[in-house]
């Protein structure tokens, strides 16, 4: 007899594999006995096909050996193989968990991390945490390159990465950390007075701002709201805000990406 594997298990933990003995005699009817991991399995009444072959199914992944193998028509006249047939599972995913962009403004989703090294154009179930509550994202397809792209992810910090195929988990403990954009650092100071009474000619310069930058700023004229928005800074960094009456003028905030000083 000949003992050789056919088929390995398709999954982690999955029985699918099989094993074949060959050159029996055709359509006989035969008691078998294997080990399996060191464990006796007796296989009884096992019929060879048309070509002699009987084929062991529904194995999972392990070592196989000391077969024994009689006819049934003739007990007396036993067939030994020593062969040893590892089944394996197939291969936990192996890849790298790195940072891709940080979100654009204070409080937006549009943040991403990359998973790379996988099988091209292969489809996996992902899971993460998010700042320690546990993402599921199923059924994700890598691109050409053997990438994943998760996206709109907000500010957070994102760990404990899990990635399966076909029943195969492959984990990394790599933590990446996405941030909102600083928040505007600014000065306010007197530019000007009113030239005259009851005039508003008056200024004031908010200053340490990012040059060319566009920002919306509030603050209180005399205990009332305004809103100025889309006020671009100078090449100095600095906004002018101008036309202004006598009066007290308070609490100050820049606000650039929605993130607000």
Known sequence: ITVTLVLNPSTCGGADGSITISGLSPSTVYDLHYDADGTQIDSLGM????????????????????????????????????????????????????????????GIADGSITISGLDLSTTYDINYDDDGVQVDSLGVTTDASGNLVIGGLDAGNYDNWSVDLFGCTGTDATVITL?????????????????????????????GLVAGSTYDVGYDDDGTPVASAGLLADPSGEIVISGLDAGNYDNWSVDLFGCTG
């Open 47 to 106: 019929l060879s096909d048309a070509s002699g072959n009987i084929v062991i199914s529904g194995l999972d992944a392990g070592f196989y050996d000391n077969w024994n193998l009689w006819s049934v028509a003739t007990p007396l006249c036993i067939s030994m193989d020593n062969t040893s047939i590892g089944l394996t599972d197939p291969s936990t995913p192996t890849y790298v968990v790195t940072f891709t962009s940080d979100p654009s403004s204070c």
């Open 179 to 207: 941030t909102d954009p600083l928040a505007p650092l600014f000065t306010v100071a007197l530019t000007l007075d009113p030239s005259s009474c009851g005039g508003s000619d008056g200024s004031i310069t908010i200053s």
